[in-house]
C-alpha cells in the first residue's frame, strides 16, 4: 500500500548563466502584434519577461527577427522562464511523437489526445478518448525551488456520425448543438443518443470504470514513466538538459511539501446544544436536539401553498403528507397548514391563472409543481421562473418540484433535503458551526459569478457571514458586471459594513476576508477595498483576498487511487497556495491561492475557515464542494439572471426576500 500521493512530478534541470536572444516588449505591445510575430516564426519560442520578449529555436532554423540582442539569464533566478522552457519541451515532444495537442483556452494546461476508443467500438457512432492533462508548475519554499509539472486525466466524448447518419438512424437533432455537419458531444445531446440506441447502461458502465480513482491514477503514471524512458529525447535550447522526473509520494524530503488534516467543526443547534450522544446523521441531530431558529418557528403558524397541475394532484398529495410529516419531526412546526391550488393544465396560462389567489398570496412558501420538460425552458415560458418571480415581488420563496422526482424517487434522503430547503426558504437557520474566539472581530465575504445569456460574467456581490456561520445579509444589489464591479463593491460593501462595524466594533481593528471566484486585481478589488479605506477611515480593518477554484490540474490519489482521500486534507504549496480536499471520493482538490497584497497572510487559519464553511450549505446536510460563500452568491447571480428575462421582472422586488435564502 502507498500513501497520499499529489500529481506533482519533480525534475531535475541543472542551471547555469547563459546568453539568450531577446527583443523589446514594446515592439509587439499590442496583441495583434505580438500574434503575427509568433505566426511569422513558427520555429522559434517566445516569452514575455517584464520589457523583453525572450526567444529560443524549436529546430536549427537561424531566421530570426529583426532588432534582437543577446541578454544574461541566470535560470537558477528564473523559475518562470526554466518552466516555460520545460513546458515547451514537453509538449514539442509530445507533438513529435504523433500526439494531438491542444492548449486549454480557460487555463495553463494542455491537452494530449489518445486516438484510442475507450469504447472499442462497441457503441457505433460514438467515441470517447482519453485525454492527458498537462501543466508546468513550480513553488518557492524555505528558499528551494520544486520544479516540476503535474498530470491529470478525462475523457472526451465525440460524435462519429454525421448529422444525416443521426437522422437515417432515427435520432432526433431537434435542440440539439453542433455545426453544419456534425453534431456536438454535449450532455443533452450524449443522452438522447444512448436513449435512443439503448446504450446507456453499456456506456455508463465502461465510463464509470474508467473514471475511477484507480485508472486515473494508472493512466497518468503510464504517461509519467513514458517520459522519464525518453527523457533523454526531449530536446532543450541553452545546453540544458533533464536529468531526471521524480515521482514521490507525500511528504517531501525535509518536509516542503506534506499533508495534514483540518478536523471536522463542531455544529451547534437550539440554545448552543451540540451532539453529545453521538448521532451519525445530521438531520437526526436537527431533530433531536432541534434547529438553531427553533425560537422563530415553533409556535409560528406557517401557510404552504401548492401550485400543481391536476393531473399529478394524486402523487402531490401524497407528497404534502410526508413533506408535512417531515417538517413537523424534523423542524418542530407545530403550526402547519397547506393550501392546494390546481391548474386545468400543464401550460404556462393555467399556472397564471391562479398566481394571484388571494390564499397563495398569503403563504410564507409555495412548492412549484413541474415536470422534466418544462424546467428546461427559457424563463420567460417556464411556469416556475414564471411563479418564483410574482411571489418574490410578494416577498414569497419559492421551491419547484419535479413530478418525476415525486413518482420515481421519494424516498428517505430527497425528502430531508426538500425539507431543510424549505427551512431554509422560510428563513430558518437549521445549525451554525463552532467559532473561534478572535482578538479582532471578522466578517466574511464572498463573491461569485454566472454568465449571462450572452456570454458575459454577472458578478454576485457580498454575500456577509458572520465567522459562526450565519448569515447576517443577503442582499447581492448590485449585481455587476466587470464594467462598474469596482464601484458596486466598494459602494455595497460600505452601505453593508458601516452598520455591522459600528455595532460589533468599539475600538482596535476588524478583519475582512474575501472569499473570491477570481484572482484579485488593482483594478478592482484593490481599488474599492482603498476606497473602503477611506470611507472608514475611524476604522481599521486588515484583509485577505483570496481566489478559490476548482480549474487547476492538480488531483490527490490515495493507494495509488484505490482508497479514497481523507475529509479536509490539507496541503500547502507556497506561502500563498495550497490545497484543500473536500470530497472523499474525489481526485479533485480546491485551490486556495491567497493574493500578495492581502495584509492578513494566515494561510492555514484561511482554509480551515473555508473547510468549515463548507459544512453550511442548506441545500444538503452534507458538506457541500464548494464554500457557500462562493457557491450562495453564484447562485443568487444566476437565479437573477434568469429571473430578469421574465416579462415584467423588476429587480428591486428581490429586496422583500433579502433575508432568506430563496435562491438555493
Not at 205 to 233: P, T
Request: aromatic share 14%.
Amino acid at each position: 500500500m502507498s500513501g497520499l500521493f499529489l500529481n506533482f512530478y519533480q525534475v531535475d534541470i541543472p542551471t547555469k548563466i547563459t546568453s539568450i536572444i531577446s527583443v523589446d516588449y514594446s515592439s509587439y505591445a499590442s496583441k495583434e502584434t505580438f500574434s503575427a510575430l509568433k505566426d511569422k516564426f513558427p520555429n522559434l519560442s517566445f516569452y514575455r519577461d517584464n520589457d523583453k520578449i525572450l526567444i529560443w529555436e524549436k529546430n536549427e532554423s537561424k531566421e530570426l527577427p529583426p532588432n534582437c540582442k543577446r541578454i544574461e539569464i541566470d535560470f537558477a533566478e528564473k523559475a518562470k522562464i526554466l518552466s516555460k522552457i520545460l513546458e515547451r519541451a514537453i509538449i514539442d515532444f509530445a507533438e513529435n511523437k504523433g500526439y494531438r495537442v491542444f492548449k486549454n483556452k480557460h487555463s495553463n494546461s494542455w491537452e494530449i489526445l489518445s486516438s484510442k476508443d475507450i469504447l472499442n467500438k462497441d457503441i457505433e457512432g460514438l467515441v470517447v478518448n482519453r485525454i492527458v492533462h498537462f501543466a508546468p508548475c513550480f513553488f518557492s519554499k524555505e528558499n528551494k525551488l520544486l520544479l516540476g509539472f503535474s498530470l491529470s486525466t478525462s475523457l472526451k466524448n465525440s460524435f462519429s456520425w454525421s448529422k444525416a447518419e443521426f437522422e437515417k438512424y432515427g435520432i432526433d437533432i431537434k435542440g440539439l448543438k453542433g455545426d453544419e455537419e456534425r453534431i456536438f458531444a454535449n450532455r443533452q445531446s450524449l443522452k438522447r443518443f444512448l436513449e435512443t440506441k439503448g446504450a446507456t447502461t453499456k456506456y455508463d458502465q465502461i465510463v464509470n470504470e474508467e473514471n475511477k480513482n484507480s485508472k486515473a491514477f494508472s493512466v497518468i503514471d503510464v504517461f509519467y514513466k513514458w517520459l522519464d524512458k525518453n527523457k533523454a529525447e526531449i530536446r532543450f535550447p541553452f545546453e540544458l538538459s533533464l536529468n531526471s522526473i521524480s515521482k514521490k509520494y507525500l511528504p517531501f524530503e525535509n518536509e516542503l511539501i506534506k499533508s495534514e488534516i483540518i478536523g471536522k467543526p463542531q455544529r451547534y443547534f437550539y440554545s448552543n446544544r451540540k451532539n453529545t450522544q453521538g448521532l451519525k446523521y445530521y438531520d437526526q441531530m436537527v431533530k433531536t436536539y432541534q434547529p438553531y431558529s427553533l425560537e422563530l418557528y415553533q409556535n409560528k403558524q406557517i401557510n404552504i401553498g401548492i401550485i400543481c397541475p391536476s393531473e399529478y394532484q394524486g402523487e402531490t398529495e401524497g407528497f404534502i403528507k410526508k413533506i408535512e410529516a417531515k417538517l413537523k419531526e424534523v423542524f418542530h412546526f407545530n403550526s402547519l397548514s397547506f393550501y392546494f391550488k390546481t391548474t386545468i393544465t400543464k401550460d404556462l396560462e393555467s399556472y397564471k391563472d391562479v398566481i394571484y389567489d388571494e390564499k397563495l398570496l398569503e403563504c410564507d412558501l409555495i412548492y412549484i409543481i413541474v415536470n422534466e420538460l418544462q424546467e428546461k425552458l427559457s424563463p420567460r415560458n417556464s411556469p416556475y421562473f414564471v411563479c418564483k418571480a410574482k411571489f418574490i415581488g410578494n416577498g414569497i420563496p419559492t421551491q419547484d418540484i419535479q413530478i418525476e422526482t415525486i413518482r420515481q424517487n421519494l424516498n428517505a434522503f430527497t425528502m430531508t433535503n426538500i425539507a431543510l430547503n424549505s427551512y431554509a426558504k422560510l428563513g430558518g437557520t437549521a445549525w451554525t458551526i463552532e467559532k473561534e474566539d478572535k482578538l479582532k472581530d471578522e466578517l466574511v465575504i464572498g463573491i461569485g459569478s454566472t454568465l449571462s445569456e450572452n456570454g458575459q460574467f454577472v458578478l454576485g456581490i457580498a454575500q456577509v457571514f458572520h465567522n459562526d456561520g450565519r448569515y447576517m445579509t443577503g442582499d447581492c444589489s448590485p449585481l455587476s458586471s466587470f464594467e462598474n464591479y469596482a464601484e458596486n463593491l466598494e459602494n455595497h460593501l460600505f452601505k453593508t459594513l458601516k452598520p455591522l462595524v459600528e455595532e460589533m466594533n468599539q475600538s482596535g481593528t476588524f478583519r475582512l476576508i474575501f472569499h473570491l471566484f477570481k484572482s484579485a486585481s488593482a483594478e478592482y478589488e484593490i481599488k474599492a477595498i482603498n476606497g473602503l479605506k477611506e470611507r472608514l477611515s475611524d476604522y481599521n480593518f486588515e484583509f485577505a483576498l483570496v481566489h478559490l477554484a476548482y480549474g487547476h490540474n492538480f488531483r490527490l490519489y490515495y493507494n495509488d487511487g484505490k482508497s479514497e482521500i481523507n475529509q479536509g486534507t490539507y496541503i500547502q504549496l507556497s506561502k500563498y497556495t495550497a490545497l484543500l480536499h473536500f470530497v472523499s471520493k474525489s481526485d479533485l482538490p480546491l485551490k486556495i491561492d491567497l493574493d500578495k497584497r492581502s495584509t492578513f497572510t494566515s494561510l492555514f487559519y484561511i482554509a480551515k475557515q473555508i473547510y468549515w464553511f463548507s459544512h453550511l450549505s442548506h441545500r444538503s446536510y452534507m458538506p457541500s464542494k464548494r464554500t457557500v460563500t462562493i457557491m450562495y452568491p453564484s447562485l443568487m447571480a444566476k437565479m437573477t439572471e434568469e429571473l430578469k428575462k421574465v416579462d415584467g421582472w423588476d429587480y428591486e422586488r428581490l429586496k422583500a426576500v433579502s433575508e432568506k435564502l430563496w435562491f438555493i
